[in-house]
């Protein structure tokens, strides 16, 4: 599923090569893998800086703190705002394994992220065991004002690969 084209008014340009996205999304896909070694859910998200930079990579940590809210892009986030010294991340892309769940995305939105890449679709998490509550992120952000450029699909067979191998047990 690709999104690329339902972006709002607000959402800078894409303005990045696709081979540049994926390998963005091959960092975080090994990361997601490494997760999973380390007896965590296979997902990872990393932040990306205008210039290409990694600002943060990480991986879902909801097993391992016991706080459910630790969800990769929640961490990443966190992480390149804490790097940053600052709670804007307006110019900057946030790269995921899986869609965004509701509440990552609303983290997305309260840290004005434009861009959003991610692997797998909401329909695959769902496939694979993992909550999603029934929303992705299209139909979240049309109950917001913020309109971030979506583009899924990137490294789309590795995503899925690595989400339906490690189902929710």
Same mark, same amino acid.
């Given at each position: *599923?690709?999104?690329?084209?339902?972006?709002?008014?607000?959402?800078?340009?894409?303005?990045?090569?696709?081979?540049?996205?994926?390998?963005? *999304?091959?960092?975080?896909?090994?990361?997601?893998?490494?997760?999973?070694?380390?007896?965590?859910?296979?997902?990872?998200?990393?932040?990306?800086?205008?210039?290409?930079?990694?600002?943060?990579?990480?991986?879902?940590?909801?097993?391992?703190?016991?706080?459910?809210?630790?969800?990769?892009?929640?961490?990443?986030?966190?992480?390149?705002?804490?790097?940053?010294?600052?709670?804007?991340?307006?110019?900057?892309?946030?790269?995921?394994?899986?869609?965004?769940?509701?509440?990552?995305?609303?983290?997305?939105?309260?840290?004005?992220?434009?861009?959003?890449?991610?692997?797998?679709?909401?329909?695959?998490?769902?496939?694979?065991?993992?909550?999603?509550?029934?929303?992705?992120?299209?139909?979240?952000?049309?109950?917001?004002?913020?309109?971030?450029?979506?583009?899924?699909?990137?490294?789309?067979?590795?995503?899925?690969?690595?989400?339906?191998?490690?189902?929710?047990?």
């Amino acid at each position: *599923m690709n999104y690329s084209d339902t972006a709002g008014d607000t959402a800078p340009a894409h303005d990045i090569a696709s081979e540049t996205l994926c390998r963005w *999304m091959d960092c975080v896909v090994d990361r997601a893998w490494q997760g999973v070694a380390e007896g965590q859910s296979p997902f990872a998200a990393a932040i990306y800086g205008p210039d290409g930079t990694q600002l943060s990579l990480e991986n879902n940590i909801v097993k391992a703190s016991g706080q459910p809210s630790r969800h990769a892009e929640v961490c990443a986030i966190d992480s390149a705002c804490q790097q940053l010294g600052q709670c804007k991340l307006d110019d900057c892309w946030l790269l995921a394994t899986g869609e965004p769940c509701p509440m990552c995305a609303a983290t997305a939105a309260m840290a004005d992220i434009h861009r959003i890449v991610f692997g797998a679709s909401a329909d695959v998490i769902s496939q694979a065991g993992y909550a999603t509550l029934e929303l992705d992120c299209e139909k979240f952000y049309e109950l917001t004002d913020h309109q971030p450029l979506l583009i899924g699909g990137v490294q789309q067979t590795r995503c899925e690969e690595l989400l339906l191998k490690n189902p929710k047990r």
